[in-house]
């Protein structure tokens, strides 16, 4: 067996972990009681807490997937602003028994996650803990199109949101049932991209910035499921909503999941899949269909008066989304 936390002691996992991350404009870099950046005069800031065993599970996802998740959920969250992240804070907490090999994956995980998004890890802490918890904070600066915020949106225009929805959820379906059922076992071979999207989710800074040049009006992430999201639109921006399922772009093999599972709505309700879901004025739709592009860009439905969200070609799913606190 290899080193855990305990025979090392936190500063030297801080140093090992630290040298797996990629180098950053920092005035001040991690070593001293704070790192010091430079920012715009507008600072975005987010933060996400995962925790293992609810947001996570090592049983399905490999310490770099979820170390790459960890950063990517709180980038979906500066790209739904239009926004570019800039800078990151890592916490951890895990169990002194933990294997160092487990948090050096996480770190290979954010590392792989920061090159990608042109991220800077400005620092963070480690701890000790009873189980292994994640808490990520992002800042980032307003786009080209200016701060998009969930409270834009007007009776008339459309509701849209980029790529395909429901995949995640599938892949977790699949993972969580694959030891002891041969018919998900199947299906998770006929559709790795379930699983690849469970384990890590792609969030989407360009095309957030390319919506809001084109006029989005009010944006959000789908990381609770569009409907529950789509409704967090409706309920900020004082207006309602009507989604058609049908249109609903689904990622191949939900359709399949579903229909093995018996569980309807997957796309609807799933969450975790972090697309974007905005308003955006109809003689707008064209401009930000070709800003987006290559992502495919589908209209689901369009805002109403009134305050809730109605859907019209499937039944409404038991539950519309994710709750934190359930």
Known sequence: MGEDLSDLGEFEVIRRLLAR??????????????AVITTGQATLATADLLVEGRHFDLAFSSPADVGHKALSVNVSDIAAMGGKPRYAMLSIGAPAATPVS????????VGEAARAYGVTVAGGDTVGADELILSVTV????????????????????????????????????????????????????????LRAHRRGNARIREGEAVAVAGA???????????????????????????????????????????????????????????????????????????????ALTVVGRFVEGSDVELSGAPAPSTLGWDGFR
């Open 21 to 34: 991350l990629p180098p950053g404009h920092l005035i001040v870099p991690p070593g001293d009681d704070a």
């Open 102 to 109: 487990v948090l050096e994956g996480l770190y290979d995980g």
């Open 139 to 194: 800042l980032g600066e307003p786009g080209a199109g200016g701060v998009v915020r969930r409270s834009g949106a007007t009776v008339g225009d459309l509701l849209c949101v980029t790529g395909e929805l429901g995949g995640a959820a599938a892949g977790l379906f699949l993972l969580r049932a694959a030891g002891s059922d041969g018919a998900a076992r199947v299906l998770a071979e006929r559709f790795p991209n379930l």
């Open 217 to 295: 009006r009010a944006m959000i992430d789908v990381s609770d499921g569009l409907l529950a999201d789509a409704g967090h639109l409706c309920e900020r921006s004082g207006v309602g909503a009507l989604i058609d399922a049908h249109e609903v772009p689904r990622a191949q093999g939900v359709e399949e999941v579903e229909e093995w599972s018996g569980s309807e709505g997957i796309a609807l309700a799933g969450g975790d899949d972090y697309e974007l879901c905005f308003a955006i004025a109809p003689g707008d739709l064209d401009t930000a269909t070709r800003a987006v592009a290559p992502t």
